[in-house]
């Protein structure tokens, strides 16, 4: 069974760090691609950035414009593990963050949800201003 557990979410204030773990297991991960959503009460989902599987020992990587510079997405295949590492918090990332993974393989750098087969149950993060 394919599970991706959230965690590391909490209460920040703007200016501050934080760093979500996603730890995957059910299948190999390694070979896709992984992405991080988020998501407010109300609201649609929203892209943050995804990975790409290595090649070659490459990462590739792909960010919404509105974390460009502020976050980034490491991966650690022996862990099977993604993270979002979160800098420069505002108040507007306040939301639930979501991690994602397509079918096996699939190495697309998409912001587009439907592609994501399989979703973890959020963690919280809150940046007070």
């Known amino acids: 069974q394919v599970q991706l557990v959230e965690s590391g979410g909490g209460l920040v204030q703007a200016g501050g760090s934080l760093r979500l773990s996603c730890a995957a297991s059910?299948?190999?991960?390694?070979?896709?691609?992984m992405a991080w959503f988020r998501q407010a009460p109300g609201k649609e989902r929203e892209f943050v950035a995804s990975?790409?599987?290595?090649?070659?020992?490459?990462?590739?990587?792909y960010y919404a414009d509105s974390v460009k510079g502020r976050f980034t997405i490491p991966r650690d295949n022996a862990k099977n593990t993604v993270y979002l590492q979160m800098n420069s918090l505002k108040p507007e990332d306040t939301d639930g963050y979501y991690c994602?993974?397509?079918?096996?393989?699939?190495?697309?750098?998409?912001?587009?949800?439907?592609?994501?087969?399989?979703w973890g149950q959020g963690t919280q993060v809150t940046v007070s201003s």
């Open positions: 990975i790409s599987s290595s090649d070659r020992r490459t990462y590739y990587t």
């Open positions: 059910g299948r190999t991960f390694s070979n896709s691609a």
């Open positions: 994602a993974a397509p079918p096996a393989g699939k190495n697309e750098l998409s912001p587009n949800e439907a592609l994501y087969d399989y």
